[in-house]
């Protein structure tokens, strides 16, 4: 078994910045892409960042310039770094990553953690 814990949410003002960090342990042999989503309220959930395990990074078109994913594969951890927060992007974000254990792989999610950013 695989779990994601995620830390760093909170509140913040408009302009602010959070340091989301997620760390994978258990049955872990290696890990594909790892990344960030987001679900606001009454809203699908959307791919904020991701990152392969060789350190390509693709982004939303609403975080770009704003928002940086970075890993540390020997951890297993993944960081996303938020600056110049608006209040559209308060939501719960989820941790997500794509684990190879020895006999198979599977998808696995953290928990999530909120995000607030006031006006």
């Known amino acids: 078994q695989v779990q994601l814990v995620e830390s760093g949410g909170g509140l913040v003002q408009a302009g602010g910045s959070l340091r989301l960090s997620c760390a994978a342990s258990?049955?872990?042999?290696?890990?594909?892409?790892m990344g960030w989503y987001r679900q606001a309220p009454g809203k699908q959930r959307e791919l904020v960042a991701r990152i392969t395990n060789n350190g390509r990074t693709n982004y939303a078109d609403s975080v770009k310039g704003r928002f940086t994913i970075s890993r540390d594969n020997a951890k297993n951890t993944v960081l996303l770094q938020m600056n110049s927060l608006k209040p559209e992007d308060t939501a719960v974000y989820y941790c997500n990553a794509e684990v190879i254990s020895v006999a198979f792989s599977n998808t696995y999610w953290g928990q999530g953690t909120q995000v607030t950013v006031s006006s």
């Open positions: 258990g049955s872990i042999f290696s890990i594909n892409r």
